[in-house]
Every structure is written in C-alpha cells, then in structure tokens.
C-alpha cells in the first residue's frame, strides 16, 4: 500500500489508526531522521526486531528469538526506550544484503508460524534522499513482491519520487544484481 499527500495531512495518524483499530501486528519505521543508508538500514532491521520480539508471549523467550536471529547476521542490538535499535558490527556483507536477507527470513519464519504483520515505512521518500544508489528500494521492491505474510505500507510526501521508486526498472536490475552476490 502507497500513502502519498502532502506534508501533515494524516497519513501516518490514518494507518496508525487502522492498524490499531483493527489489532493488526505492525512496526512502525519511521525514516524521517535518517542522514543516510546505514541509519535506513539498521531502522528497517530494528522495525524487523520490533515484529520478532512482539510475536512471543513473555520477554526472555522474545530476546532469545531475536538474538537467534540476528546472531548469524554480525548485528547487535539493543533497545532504546521501547524501540529496538540494531547496528552493523563488523559485517562483511552489504547493510542491504543483510535487510533483503531479515525480511526474507522474517517472512518465513512468519508463514510456518500462520502469523502476517504489517511493516509501515513512514517518510520513504527519504531513502531517495540520502542513498546514491537504488539498492534498498530494489532490495524492498523485490521483498514486497514476493512476501506471503508480511504486508508493507509505504507512506511520504513526494508523490513523484515515490511512484517512481516503484515504477523504475532501474531498480529491478539492481535487485537482480543484488541477489545474485
């Protein structure tokens, strides 16, 4: 789903609204504040943190699911108030390897559980705005096309950098290209 109006019209109070109202497992990732590709990257990994942990019932089973998940990735996190936070330590993959790689894998781990959540993108015109590169939109272009169980809402103001984030095949050889590294 693609949320587009201009700047403090509601698109973020009507999704949020919608998924509450309608108790709809969801992590609200919000990019505004993000400078460049990595913060972009460690926000959506923590948004995939957020869903990880929300699916178990008590705490320390929900802390093990989600080390266990991250372990293999090189990635630490943390949590800042009630929001996880996660950061690259070390890693020899891409920072967009490793996100295309969690959603995958959340997305499976979603379908053997029966369980579909929503991961709201606010402001992704911002990934525009601070990559050189196409490679997370094509990473989050490809992901958002082949996920069973988790559904996306990307919601900003630039009507036309968003629909062209989606309608550029540029972004589509990127994918290719990034999947077979």
Known sequence: TLIV??????KTSLALTVLHKNKIPFSYIDLYAEMDEDG?????LGGVGNILYGLESGPKK???VVTDFFAGLNLSFGFKGVEMKVEFSGTRKSPTKIVLTSLRELDAILQKKKKKVVLFLDEFQRVNEVSESI???GALRNVV?????ICFVFSGSNRHMLSSM????RSEEHTSELQSH
């Open 145 to 149: 096309q082949q996920s069973r169980n």
């Open 62 to 64: 929900a802390i093990k």
């Open 5 to 10: 109006s201009p700047r403090r019209y509601g």
């Open 135 to 137: 490679t997370i939109e």
């Open 166 to 169: 989606f309608e550029d095949r």
């Open 40 to 44: 972009i990257n460690n926000t959506i």
